[in-house]
């Protein structure tokens, strides 16, 4: 059993930025992604990023391209998502998870375990 835990959700002004974290324990394999999601009230889950533990590769939702950049630091099993010039419209509960997500990174279903969440808020 994997757990993720997400850390760095706050209120912030328009325009602001965030750092969230995700600790991963233990640590899934190497080819395994690590992917943030978001889900405002009422509305679908919705991918972020993703990057997997090796490779170089990072993957990125329209709505938040130019802005967030996630990264990785393997000694720390840690996944970050950096998030700037945020918008009252990025407000959502932050979710981790990780899956192989061979057939689809930005697919919800393709993803195994998840955190509990982390509310970013983002004052207009």
């Known amino acids: 059993q994997v757990q993720l835990v997400e850390s760095g959700g706050r209120l912030v002004q328009n325009g602001g930025s965030l750092r969230l974290s995700c600790a991963a324990s233990p640590r899934t394999s190497s080819n395994y992604a690590m992917g943030w999601f978001r889900q405002a009230p009422g509305k679908e889950r919705e991918f972020v990023a993703a990057?997997?533990?090796?490779?170089?590769?990072?993957y990125y939702g329209d709505s938040v391209k130019g802005r967030f950049t996630i990264s990785r630091h393997n000694a720390n099993n840690t996944v970050y998502l950096q998030m700037n010039s945020l918008k009252p419209e990025d407000t959502a509960v932050y979710y981790c998870?990780?899956?192989?997500?061979?057939?689809?990174?930005?697919?919800?279903?393709?993803?195994?375990?998840w955190g509990q969440g982390t509310q970013v808020t983002v004052s207009s």
């Open positions: 990057i997997r533990w090796i490779g170089t590769n990072t």
């Open positions: 998870a990780t899956g192989r997500a061979i057939m689809g990174i930005a697919t919800v279903a393709n993803y195994d375990y």
